[in-house]
T-cell receptor
Framework: SQQGEEDPQALSIQEGENATMNCSYKTSINNLQWYRQNSGRGLVHLIL?????REKHSGRLRVTLDTSKKSSSLLITASRAADTASYFCATDGRGSNYKLTFGKGTLLTVNP | ETGVTQTPRHLVMGMTNKKSLKCEQH?????MYWYKQSAKKPLELMFVYNFKEQTENNSVPSRFSPECPNSSHLFLHLHTLQPEDSALYLC??????????????????FGPGTRLTVL
């Protein structure tokens, strides 16, 4: 069954606003990663958060992890048109032999 | 842009054709992956190679045949494909796909993908 599942499926905001995307998963994990994909291109790694971490920052990105709720959120602050992309969470369920399982993604559109 | 290249970027083939996708990574990684990305579906892991050895075959039909001659190159040979095989095929690499030494699951670095259309 699918491990990571993003919510919402699509999000449209104005430039300068913050964007929040959520990810829920089913089994215990070692870590959770967020990736970005521009239309028709490969995925780009954004940030990794370990199961013993609760929050992590990278530039305008803030990721939180709540292992008790099996959920994570990605916050992009002061969004820009260039942030328009699909965002995926990926988890490695424990016992998964270090394979990543990706969700369907959230399509973020930032309008100028 | 990411050190992982894929060729061709676009491929149109008939169901009776034989073609190959190529992936090359310039990052010195030891693990390489093939993924399939179809519209409205999650990214699907197809194959994993670690140190040139196949360590994962995710129940992929035999019309897809991977080859990994060395840690830097990965091929996906295609033959007698079906229209439902049309998708974006992504290659990725990581430092170590087996989590040795207690490491976390590695970050994966993706190529730009090959957009495959099967007529």
């Amino acid at each position: 069954s699918q491990q990571g599942e993003e919510d919402p499926q699509a999000l449209s905001i104005q430039e300068g606003e913050n964007a929040t995307m959520n990810c829920s998963y089913k089994t215990s994990i070692n870590n959770l990663q967020w990736y970005r994909q521009n239309s028709g291109r490969g995925l780009v790694h954004l940030i990794l958060i370990r199961s013993n971490e609760r929050e992590k920052h990278s530039g305008r990105l803030r990721v939180t992890l709540d292992t008790s709720k099996k959920s994570s959120s990605l916050l992009i602050t002061a969004s820009r048109a260039a942030d328009t992309a699909s965002y995926f969470c990926a988890t490695d369920g424990r016992g998964s032999n270090y394979k990543l399982t990706f969700g369907k993604g959230t399509l973020l559109t930032v309008n100028p | 842009e990411t050190g992982v290249t894929q060729t061709p970027r676009h491929l149109v083939m008939g169901m009776t054709n034989k073609k190959s996708l190529k992936c090359e990574q310039h990052l010195g990684h030891n693990a390489m992956y093939w993924y399939k990305q179809s519209a409205k579906k999650p990214l699907e892991l197809m194959f994993v190679y670690n140190f040139k050895e196949q360590t994962e075959n995710n129940s992929v039909p035999s019309r897809f045949s991977p080859e990994c001659p060395n840690s830097s190159h990965l091929f996906l040979h295609l033959h007698t494909l079906q229209p439902e095989d049309s998708a974006l095929y992504l290659c990725a690499s990581s430092q170590d796909g087996l989590g040795r030494g207690g490491r976390d699951t590695d970050t994966q670095y993706f190529g730009p993908g090959t957009r495959l259309t099967v007529l």
